[in-house]
Nanobody, 121 residues
Framework: QVQLVESGGGWVRSGGSLRLSCAAS????????MGWFRQAPGKQRELVAT???????NYADSVKGRFTISRDSAKNTVYLQMNRLNVEDTAVYYCNAVLRQSDRDAWHSHWGQGTQVTVSS
């Protein structure tokens, strides 16, 4: 079994900052990529940022220059530092990891339960 547990969500005023964390645990042989997605009410889930390996990152245009994704491979943990938040960033943020549970296993995508981020003006 694999679990992804997010933390760090909450409420913040526009212009403020939050830091999200997501720890993967369980039977994990290797993780190829981790990332953050978000889903606002009435909208589809969208990519926020991903990190492949230790340092290859990709960001949605809407968060470039404001959000930073990082990863601690030793802890199977991914972080999302969110600065200069605005009301459009309000959403449930989901952690994702592409991993395999043995050297014979295929790579599979796993999701966390989500953490709410609310930004007020």
């Amino acid at each position: 079994q694999v679990q992804l547990v997010e933390s760090g969500g909450g409420w913040v005023r526009s212009g403020g900052s939050l830091r999200l964390s997501c720890a993967a645990s369980g039977s994990i042989f290797g993780i190829s990529a981790m990332g953050w997605f978000r889903q606002a009410p009435g909208k589809q889930r969208e990519l926020v940022a991903t990190i492949v390996g230790g340092d290859s990152t990709n960001y949605a245009d809407s968060v470039k220059g404001r959000f930073t994704i990082s990863r601690d491979s030793a802890k199977n943990t991914v972080y999302l530092q969110m600065n200069r938040l605005n009301v459009e960033d309000t959403a449930v943020y989901y952690c994702n990891a592409v991993l395999r549970q043995s050297d014979r296993d295929a790579w599979h995508s796993h999701w966390g339960q989500g953490t709410q981020v609310t930004v007020s003006s």
